[in-house]
Structures are given as structure tokens and as C-alpha cells.
């Protein structure tokens, strides 16, 4: 089963997705809690969102060490994100692994998400 989740091009407020949730949630708090209320005008268009859902989904993300974010970029999908920070602890970018729920139990959310940190470690080990 295959979901085409976004395409290249598409915008939507940073956490909607789980990919932008990872980044979102590896900002610092003030920060992220800034973006949140500028987008909130915009958030009930991505499956009911909230910005109180919002700050429920970064601290969830950062008390996991990764994102899971199901029903909002695409209903009927869930995704599990994680970002890669630099040196400094800022964000650079997100992977992000999106399936139907069904699919996503919490044990494979899991083992995506160690997946995914694997890939990132080796991207940010120096050549």
C-alpha cells in the first residue's frame, strides 16, 4: 500500500506533518511556541489541529525523541519524523516514514523511528 502523502512543492504550517513536527519540536520553546500561534489561524484546515493539539504533540515528541503525527497532513495516514540537529542543537532537516494507521502500531512507530535515527547518525558522523 502506497500513500503519496504530499508532493515536492506543497505548503503547510511547520508540525501538521511528522516531519515538520520533528523540527518544530527541536526548536527551542519560545520559538516553536511563536510559530504555533501564527499558524493557528490555519490549523483546523489539517483534521481538526489545534494549537493546544500542537503543544501536546511537541512535548510528546520531545519526551519520545521522535514524532508521530496521525490524521492531520493526511487523513487516514500517520507518520513518524525525526530530525537532524547540528552541533549547536538546531534543526537542519527531518526524515519522516508515513503509512496508513493500520499499518503504524506503536511497536513500528518504534522501529521506524530507530530506523530513521540510525540514517541521521551516520549523515551527521564527519566523512
Not at 22 to 28: E, H, R, S
Not at 51 to 60: G, T
Request: hydrophobic letters at 45%; one cysteine or more.
Amino acid at each position: 500500500v502506497q500513500i503519496l502523502a504530499t508532493y515536492a512543492g506543497k505548503r503547510q504550517p511547520l508540525g501538521v506533518g511528522s516531519g515538520g513536527m520533528a523540527l518544530l519540536a527541536a526548536l527551542p520553546d519560545d520559538i516553536a511556541r511563536g510559530i504555533v500561534e501564527r499558524n493557528s489561524g490555519r490549523l483546523d484546515e489539517y483534521g481538526g489541529m489545534t494549537p493546544q493539539e500542537m503543544f501536546r504533540l511537541i512535548e510528546n515528541t520531545r519526551a519520545r525523541g521522535y514524532s508521530v503525527v496521525g490524521n492531520h497532513a493526511v487523513r487516514g495516514a500517520l507518520g513518524v519524523g525525526c530530525a537532524l540537529l547540528d552541533a549547536q542543537g538546531a534543526p537542519l532537516l527531518a526524515v519522516s516514514v508515513t503509512a496508513i494507521i493500520d499499518r503504524m502500531p506503536a511497536q513500528r512507530q518504534r522501529e521506524i523511528a530507530g530506523w530513521i535515527k540510525t540514517e541521521l547518525a551516520r549523515l551527521a558522523m564527519p566523512a
